[in-house]
DNA sequence: TGGCACAATGTAAACGGATACTTTTGTGCA
DNA sequence: TGCACAAAAGTATCCGTTTACATTGTGCCA
């Protein structure tokens, strides 16, 4: 059905052999030669075949990307396809291509890993998730199957990652609601199993102590990546017999529900309550009023994991962590200027 | 390096052509043999190397994902990854895999998927997109490679697509502004060059013609899929001598902008202007107030779209044109009886 | 002018698995 | 006991490429 490099060798005069050369220009072909096989390729329309080829070059230009189980997905929801367009923006670039995958279950996840890594399906792997002590990090370390997970993972600190430095994202952005006057500031936090959630704790909490300002247990709630959480935590903040002024967030979407919350409580926002949040997703400027957020460069997150692992499967030396810089988008949510206070 | 049908033959004591119809249930293998060559796969982690597959049976068992043209992603940006998951769900389910793809502009886009379909990378396709009159969808005829779009195609009726019936959906939309009294209901519009937005359009006046409503030419403002089109658009439309009172818009991102703007405006949702939108997104009942939308059951879609080309693979007919059906969630934007007036 | 180096190309054997065709083994029956 | 016939398993070839090794051809030098 498909042209194949058998049909192009007898059409331009030559031997198989000699049209899988002039592919991989190799040197020892004559210029002639060369210049009339590619132009029988390009009237015949030929293109390799990729099984043919993964087969005996032992290799598949091919990377798989793993979803995390649908329990963990909340948070990606939103980015994903920006993370996507960055990851294929890299492999495209570099001529490989990307396969998806992921189970609905930690076992059924597992053995989609396990079959990917097995049947040679994968030249490497991109986890979306960073998942402490996890049975698929075991098995890709004991097949020696180049990955790079997307965040930092708690238990393996020398497994290569993509990640924010989220301590200081979130040291800057309480740092930005303190130059904006405010003393007392608490936290809506995320899951603590998280590496993600206990370095912006980290990070706010070392803002506070760095500016004296007072750390209290009530302020800081942990709440899940779901829209009625944020409510939650908030409730539970504001009930406090001296509540915050200001919240740091950990997600944008538990930051709408903070917000939707606070609004309905007849609290203004910044007047009453500042917030700032992380992730930056493209609805934070459309909220009332336009929440201000870390953005944590999606795009580049994704752009940059996938060259680790090209590089890795180059056997390039790499830094195991990679920083992708992130920048305090301020909007009015946490402006106290505004304030008539 | 890997386990291969060899190594397990001979630790099996038998051929590879035995082992081979093992894997295949081959009838006329005897129990015994089956059961010992099972055990040692197990024992060996033995795992079908796919490529050698592919290459001797002509098919991949892999359906690839073709994603829309960055100008023209907005739309996907917030469901993309429930669509996955249904394409993802479906796919597996069958035992295929999942590889994506994509270009910057339409002409990287045609070599791309030239080179999956040339190179025998795919069994079929999905297109999420439904552009009318395109290069790639002639490529793909040509070449009779299974294919689905998301979206009926405007220029071909016959193509195989997953769609909702849009007409309907925004029929439903609009006859709900009418039970709840609405008699001055616009419309803001998407780009009319998309299928989509001709239906959603059509179920609107059809409502509105069919209840003796008026059509003014000032209430209905073509936008984009953009964050601040649907600003732009309200406040032309409310800029009219006589505004109306209702607003059916085209996607929630749009109305996301549109309510803000109203608001701004000094509006009150909706007892001074009652909005209904389309996709149903997860941030809808987060804003103030909720939004009603019309859920088109995304994960429904990725799902649906991933069978038809399954069946279209196996020779199977199918219906070229698959609805899915569409729900209208109402929450507070729409409902009148909060008004007082 | 024979011999040699080297460039250009051809030949053939893999890569791992499926399968048409062939051989071996086993059973029932004359 | 021998034979037919079916079940079970083995042998060999092919899928489309790559590549080690073999062959051919040319020019140059002793």
Same mark, same amino acid.
């Given at each position: 059905?498909?042209?194949?490099?058998?049909?192009?060798?007898?059409?331009?005069?030559?031997?198989?052999?000699?049209?899988?050369?002039?592919?991989?220009?190799?040197?020892?072909?004559?210029?002639?030669?060369?210049?009339?096989?590619?132009?029988?390729?390009?009237?015949?329309?030929?293109?390799?075949?990729?099984?043919?080829?993964?087969?005996?070059?032992?290799?598949?230009?091919?990377?798989?990307?793993?979803?995390?189980?649908?329990?963990?997905?909340?948070?990606?929801?939103?980015?994903?396809?920006?993370?996507?367009?960055?990851?294929?923006?890299?492999?495209?670039?570099?001529?490989?291509?990307?396969?998806?995958?992921?189970?609905?279950?930690?076992?059924?996840?597992?053995?989609?890993?396990?079959?990917?890594?097995?049947?040679?399906?994968?030249?490497?792997?991109?986890?979306?998730?960073?998942?402490?002590?996890?049975?698929?990090?075991?098995?890709?370390?004991?097949?020696?199957?180049?990955?790079?997970?997307?965040?930092?993972?708690?238990?393996?600190?020398?497994?290569?990652?993509?990640?924010?430095?989220?301590?200081?994202?979130?040291?800057?952005?309480?740092?930005?609601?303190?130059?904006?006057?405010?003393?007392?500031?608490?936290?809506?936090?995320?899951?603590?199993?998280?590496?993600?959630?206990?370095?912006?704790?980290?990070?706010?909490?070392?803002?506070?102590?760095?500016?004296?300002?007072?750390?209290?247990?009530?302020?800081?709630?942990?709440?899940?990546?779901? *829209?009625?959480?944020?409510?939650?935590? !908030?409730?539970?903040? /504001?009930? =406090?017999?001296?509540?915050? &002024? $200001?919240?740091? +967030? @950990?997600?944008?979407?538990?930051?709408?529900?903070?917000?939707?919350?606070?609004?309905?409580?007849?609290?203004?926002?910044?007047?009453?309550?500042?917030?700032?949040?992380?992730?930056?997703?493209?609805?934070?400027?459309?909220?009332?009023?336009?929440?201000?957020?870390?953005?944590?460069?999606?795009?580049? *997150?994704?752009?940059?994991?996938?060259? !680790?692992?090209?590089? /890795?499967? =180059?056997?390039?030396?790499? &830094? $195991?962590?990679? +920083? @992708?810089?992130?920048?305090?988008?301020?909007?009015?949510?946490?402006?106290?200027?505004?304030?008539?206070?």
């Amino acid at each position: 059905m498909a042209v194949t490099i058998k049909e192009v060798a007898k059409k331009a005069g030559v031997s198989p052999s000699t049209v899988s050369r002039v592919i991989a220009n190799h040197p020892r072909i004559s210029e002639e030669t060369s210049k009339r096989v590619r132009e029988i390729m390009d009237e015949l329309g030929y293109h390799p075949n990729i099984m043919a080829k993964s087969l005996v070059s032992r290799t598949t230009r091919t990377i798989g990307v793993v979803l995390p189980r649908p329990a963990e997905e909340l948070l990606l929801n939103f980015f994903f396809y920006e993370l996507i367009r960055g990851v294929l923006a890299q492999l495209t670039r570099s001529g490989y291509d990307l396969l998806m995958a992921g189970g609905t279950n930690e076992q059924e996840e597992l053995e989609t890993v396990t079959r990917l890594v097995r049947s040679g399906r994968v030249d490497g792997l991109l986890l979306l998730y960073s998942r402490a002590s996890d049975p698929v990090i075991h098995l890709l370390r004991q097949e020696k199957m180049p990955f790079v997970l997307l965040g930092r993972s708690l238990d393996y600190e020398d497994v290569p990652s993509v990640d924010n430095d989220n301590v200081q994202a979130a040291y800057d952005a309480t740092k930005h609601l303190i130059a904006q006057g405010q003393r007392r500031i608490g936290f809506v936090s995320g899951p603590t199993k998280l590496a993600m959630t206990q370095d912006r704790m980290a990070g706010y909490t070392k803002a506070l102590s760095e500016a004296g300002l007072p750390f209290k247990e009530g302020w800081v709630v942990e709440g899940e990546f779901l *829209l009625e959480s944020g409510y939650r935590a !908030m409730a539970s903040i /504001m009930s =406090q017999p001296e509540p915050p &002024t $200001a919240l740091v +967030i @950990i997600d944008d979407v538990v930051a709408f529900g903070v917000l939707k919350g606070l609004t309905e409580l007849g609290y203004r926002i910044p007047q009453d309550v500042a917030i700032v949040s992380f992730n930056n997703i493209a609805l934070t400027e459309l909220t009332m009023p336009p929440i201000t957020s870390v953005d944590v460069g999606t795009y580049q *997150l994704g752009y940059t994991a996938s060259q !680790m692992v090209l590089r /890795m499967i =180059q056997q390039v030396e790499i &830094t $195991a962590r990679q +920083i @992708i810089p992130h920048r305090l988008v301020v909007r009015e949510s946490s402006l106290r200027t505004l304030s008539l206070t």
